[in-house]
């Protein structure tokens, strides 16, 4: 079949990638770090990158959109970025220490994010929406979360009912028994959740479930902040990914809509480790030493780390300008487009849809308006927007980085340094996956 002729073709074109995951198996679970980089039948394994592409461990290159997990919104070795934390390595790279570099972040953190009037630094993402949600149930005085169905916010035990694992064995009954869940979008049954039991925290992705795969829907996040507001709920927006990336202040800024906490990672940390939480004073003071004993607790080895701080302030100096969001969103407009044209040439139940410099496919996709959808906002239905034919999408995966090019499979990042020349490249590499594995299953 020609499905294994592809097959044997990616493991004839990266040997040595293939060597080291047979090595990482036996020491690593998976042999992998990360959920997402599982590939079938291995992933590739990477030496460096630049720009917009990188290099595997055979030589070959590739046309990168998995951007760091979006991360890397400048794109791989922005000379700025290196120079700072270059410069920053020869000094130290952990003093235990307060530092100057520490006060410029949060300086730039405050003057970019609306209605932030205090930030504290993280060392993840997963730890930033940790910590939002402790301040928010001591704020409150209430345990209860209200989470949206399909919205991801990490890994940790409060934020997994409704995320992409669903129920992760290990997590406690009572954690679980403290978080609610509401359909995306539904703005009835989020006031009938917290009018059913005082409530501690909304949490939610602004751009919508799983890095915008399930779109909010226009005019929802004003409905929430009202029922935030009304309900005594803290409103907590899950900016890791959007933060910087929709507008300098992310998608406060990008909406008009003000949370009372933000988290950010990825790209507020210039692409190396961190993450933060910012918001209105009266919460954030919480975590003052003056409180005593009623001050929320926030130790952390890496909190502000040196390296990630000159990252981070080097990467926002460059992105407050909006030039680098602008760059990536025309370049995401005319990859999107061109997926389409792919998927309507070849007739097949696909669409190519995505929001600013993010980018979605949807497979198994019978909607009616894909014909003249404007591909930003989406009234398909949720549940098969999130249902991920993840046989399906591994397979464009593997067949795309045999053309040239990674991304995650459902979806990717696009960075201000794509070129023309890099999505048109993209989007023939696209039609020759689809080709391959439509013929593969006519055979």
Same mark, same amino acid.
């Given at each position: 079949?020609?499905?294994?002729?592809?097959?044997?073709?990616?493991?004839?074109?990266?040997?040595?990638?293939?060597?080291?995951?047979?090595?990482?198996?036996?020491?690593?679970?998976?042999?992998?770090?990360?959920?997402?980089?599982?590939?079938?039948?291995?992933?590739?394994?990477?030496?460096?990158?630049?720009?917009?592409?990188?290099?595997?461990?055979?030589?070959?290159?590739?046309?990168?959109?998995?951007?760091?997990?979006?991360?890397?919104?400048?794109?791989?070795?922005?000379?700025?970025?290196?120079?700072?934390?270059?410069?920053?390595?020869?000094?130290?790279?952990?003093?235990?220490?307060?530092?100057?570099?520490?006060?410029?972040?949060?300086?730039?953190?405050?003057?970019?994010?609306?209605?932030?009037?205090?930030?504290?630094?993280?060392?993840?993402?997963?730890?930033?929406?940790?910590?939002?949600?402790?301040?928010?149930?001591?704020?409150?005085?209430? /345990?209860?979360?209200?989470? *949206?169905?399909?919205?991801? &916010?990490?890994?940790?035990?409060?934020?997994? =009912?409704? @995320?992409?694992? !669903?129920?992760?064995?290990?997590?406690?009954?009572?954690?679980?028994?403290?978080?609610?869940?509401?359909?995306?979008?539904?703005?009835?049954?989020?006031?009938?959740?917290?009018?059913?039991?005082?409530?501690?925290?909304?949490?939610?992705?602004?751009?919508?479930?799983?890095?915008?795969?399930?779109?909010?829907?226009?005019?929802?996040?004003?409905?929430?902040?009202?029922?935030?507001?009304?309900?005594?709920?803290?409103?907590?927006?899950?900016?890791?990914?959007?933060?910087?990336?929709?507008?300098?202040?992310?998608?406060?800024?990008?909406?008009?809509?003000?949370?009372?906490?933000?988290?950010?990672?990825?790209?507020?940390?210039?692409?190396?480790?961190?993450?933060?939480?910012?918001?209105?004073?009266?919460?954030?003071?919480?975590? /003052?030493?003056?409180?005593? *004993?009623?001050?929320?607790? &926030?130790?952390?080895?890496?909190?502000?780390? =040196?390296? @990630?701080?000159? !990252?981070?302030?080097?990467?926002?100096?460059?992105?407050?300008?909006?030039?680098?969001?602008?760059?990536?969103?025309?370049?995401?407009?005319?990859?999107?487009?061109?997926?389409?044209?792919?998927?309507?040439?070849?007739?097949?139940?696909?669409?190519?849809?995505?929001?600013?410099?993010?980018?979605?496919?949807?497979?198994?996709?019978?909607?009616?308006?894909?014909?003249?959808?404007?591909?930003?906002?989406?009234?398909?239905?949720?549940?098969?927007?999130?249902?991920?034919?993840?046989?399906?999408?591994?397979?464009?995966?593997?067949?795309?980085?045999?053309?040239?090019?990674?991304?995650?499979?459902?979806?990717?990042?696009?960075?201000?340094?794509?070129?023309?020349?890099?999505?048109?490249?993209?989007?023939?590499?696209?039609?020759?996956?689809?080709?391959?594995?439509?013929?593969?299953?006519?055979?």
């Amino acid at each position: 079949m020609q499905q294994d002729a592809m097959e044997e073709k990616y493991r004839q074109k990266f040997p040595r990638s293939r060597e080291l995951y047979e090595a990482a198996k036996k020491m690593i679970p998976d042999g992998i770090t990360h959920d997402i980089r599982y590939s079938e039948p291995f992933p590739v394994y990477i030496t460096h990158g630049a720009g917009a592409h990188k290099w595997d461990v055979d030589g070959n290159e590739y046309i990168d959109y998995f951007g760091g997990h979006g991360a890397l919104l400048l794109g791989h070795q922005h000379p700025q970025v290196v120079e700072a934390v270059a410069d920053q390595a020869r000094k130290g790279t952990h003093f235990g220490a307060c530092h100057p570099l520490e006060v410029e972040w949060a300086r730039l953190v405050i003057s970019l994010v609306p209605g932030a009037d205090l930030v504290r630094f993280t060392s993840s993402g997963t730890e930033a929406t940790l910590l939002a949600l402790r301040l928010a149930r001591a704020f409150t005085g209430r /345990e209860r979360v209200v989470k *949206l169905d399909a919205h991801f &916010h990490g890994w940790h035990d409060t934020v997994v =009912p409704g @995320s992409v694992s !669903a129920r992760s064995p290990g997590v406690p009954r009572s954690t679980l028994e403290c978080v609610k869940l509401c359909p995306p979008n539904d703005v009835q049954a989020l006031e009938a959740a917290l009018a059913e039991q005082p409530t501690a925290a909304i949490i939610l992705e602004p751009s919508g479930a799983s890095f915008g795969r399930v779109p909010v829907r226009p005019g929802f996040l004003a409905e929430v902040r009202e029922l935030g507001t009304r309900f005594g709920a803290v409103l907590i927006f899950d900016e890791v990914i959007t933060g910087f990336r929709l507008a300098p202040g992310g998608a406060q800024e990008y909406y008009g809509v003000n949370a009372d906490l933000v988290t950010m990672g990825k790209i507020v940390s210039g692409g190396l480790p961190g993450g933060a939480v910012a918001g209105r004073g009266d919460i954030m003071g919480l975590l /003052e030493m003056k409180r005593g *004993l009623g001050k929320v607790s &926030h130790p952390g080895t890496f909190n502000g780390n =040196p390296l @990630s701080a000159a !990252a981070g302030v080097a990467a926002l100096r460059i992105i407050a300008t909006g030039e680098p969001i602008a760059a990536a969103n025309a370049k995401t407009a005319a990859l999107i487009k061109g997926f389409n044209r792919v998927i309507a040439a070849k007739g097949i139940d696909w669409c190519a849809y995505g929001h600013a410099s993010i980018f979605q496919i949807a497979m198994n996709c019978d909607c009616a308006k894909k014909s003249d959808c404007v591909r930003t906002v989406c009234t398909y239905d949720w549940q098969k927007l999130r249902n991920h034919d993840r046989p399906k999408e591994l397979k464009l995966r593997r067949n795309m980085l045999l053309n040239g090019v990674d991304f995650v499979g459902s979806g990717g990042w696009v960075s201000a340094v794509h070129s023309d020349l890099d999505i048109e490249e993209t989007i023939a590499a696209f039609e020759r996956s689809v080709e391959q594995m439509y013929t593969s299953e006519a055979n």
